[in-house]
């Protein structure tokens, strides 16, 4: 079960997918609404979504996961000026 907050605080009626806000506060499972609600720029506090301070994975992924080099941005090429 997921918790969607509304940006408007103490928001209370009527939200997406036929949610009902009281207090800037509805519950859904629907995994749409959330995904619309985290678009939006809703808060959720879902259950069922790992903690944000979990380690990254040391498996597989753990090269994807590595720090990248900062490198500088490379430069682009000239616009091309047509003369005649």
Do not use: C, W
């Amino acid at each position: 079960m997921a918790v969607i907050i509304a940006p408007v605080e103490g928001y209370s009626g009527p939200g997406v997918g036929g949610l009902t806000f009281a207090d800037g506060r509805a519950e859904t499972d629907s995994e749409a609404v959330i995904a619309y609600a985290r678009r939006h720029g809703y808060t959720v506090e879902d259950d069922d979504a790992p903690a944000e301070d979990t380690p990254p994975d040391s498996g597989d992924n753990a090269a994807a996961n590595a720090p990248q080099d900062d490198k500088p941005a490379g430069r682009s090429r000239p616009k091309s000026t047509k003369e005649g």
